[in-house]
């Protein structure tokens, strides 16, 4: 911002929705070109305390909320990203602030808050509205918005692949016992990969919790695209 003057971050407070993010809301306001200005912001960083993936790349989330911005997709405006550590100690990027409210994890969302409170014609609009928002993402034309950065899958069975690789990965990562039920998953999904149809972006984490409501069950902003393909 090198034209603001007189910066100041107020009302900072830690969100308690998320895990695979440490998520801080903030308000910043300052000066520019005479008038005073101000804009709610969020700051994420990767989790300090109990990692949820292997390894965290805040370029990855970023990048694709910049190529969604000028789409049908409802994500809050990406405004930067710090890579150097020392400024905070981790990496983090900075986003606009969506005033809704994000069904819980603890306690689960069908126990209590905003999807729990709802009239059952509000839950319905609230599913259903997650629904077309997943099925916005998949209708995007990912070359052309420049999605190429996630991995250009092959032909056959390698977009599958790519996926098993990576859960593959993942339950190697986490194993602290035998996991014979996972492990026969796994073994079955190997079996019976097949070749997709049509290959598309996918959100990854599609969930109610990574989803900002309206008080009314409108969809605001879909979030969370670590695990996006």
Same mark, same amino acid.
């Given at each position: 911002?090198?034209?603001?003057?007189?910066?100041?971050?107020?009302?900072?407070?830690?969100?308690?929705?998320?895990?695979?993010?440490?998520?801080?809301?903030?308000?910043?306001?300052?000066?520019?070109?005479?008038?005073?200005?101000?804009?709610?912001?969020?700051?994420?960083? !990767?989790?300090?305390?109990?990692?949820?993936?292997? *390894?965290?790349? =805040?370029?990855? $989330? @970023?990048? &694709? #909320?910049?190529?969604?911005?000028?789409?049908?997709?409802?994500? !809050?405006?990406?405004?930067?990203?710090?890579?150097? *550590?020392?400024? =905070?100690?981790? $990496? @983090?990027? &900075? #986003?606009?602030?969506?005033?809704?409210?994000?069904?819980?994890?603890?306690?689960?969302?069908?126990?209590?808050?905003?999807?729990?409170?709802?009239?059952?014609?509000?839950?319905?609009?609230?599913?259903?509205?997650?629904?077309?928002?997943?099925?916005?993402?998949?209708?995007?034309?990912?070359?052309?918005?420049?999605?190429?950065?996630?991995?250009?899958?092959?032909?056959?069975?390698?977009?599958?692949?790519?996926?098993?690789?990576?859960?593959?990965?993942?339950?190697?990562?986490?194993?602290?016992?035998?996991?014979?039920?996972?492990?026969?998953?796994?073994?079955?999904?190997?079996?019976?990969?097949?070749?997709?149809?049509?290959?598309?972006?996918?959100?990854?984490?599609?969930?109610?919790?990574?989803?900002?409501?309206?008080?009314?069950?409108?969809?605001?902003?879909?979030?969370?695209?670590?695990?996006?393909?």
């Amino acid at each position: 911002m090198p034209q603001a003057q007189n910066i100041l971050i107020s009302d900072i407070e830690r969100s308690g929705a998320g895990l695979s993010n440490e998520t801080f809301l903030f308000d910043l306001s300052w000066q520019e070109s005479g008038q005073q200005r101000s804009e709610g912001m969020v700051l994420r960083c !990767p989790p300090r305390d109990y990692p949820v993936f292997p *390894e965290y790349n =805040l370029d990855k $989330q @970023f990048r &694709i #909320m910049e190529c969604l911005q000028e789409t049908n997709i409802p994500v !809050p405006r990406a405004f930067w990203l710090e890579e150097d *550590e020392d400024v =905070l100690g981790t $990496q @983090f990027y &900075i #986003m606009g602030k969506i005033d809704g409210a994000i069904p819980p994890e603890f306690p689960p969302y069908h126990s209590f808050g905003i999807y729990f409170d709802a009239t059952p014609e509000n839950r319905a609009k609230m599913w259903w509205g997650s629904l077309e928002a997943m099925l916005k993402v998949h209708l995007l034309d990912w070359q052309k918005l420049g999605f190429s950065f996630l991995g250009t899958p092959k032909s056959g069975t390698d977009p599958i692949d790519r996926q098993l690789k990576y859960w593959e990965s993942y339950l190697n990562w986490r194993r602290e016992e035998p996991q014979p039920i996972l492990d026969a998953t796994l073994d079955w999904l190997k079996e019976n990969r097949y070749t997709p149809k049509h290959v598309t972006l996918c959100w990854g984490d599609a969930r109610m919790p990574n989803t900002i409501y309206s008080m009314s069950g409108d969809v605001l902003a879909i979030l969370d695209w670590e695990m996006a393909y």
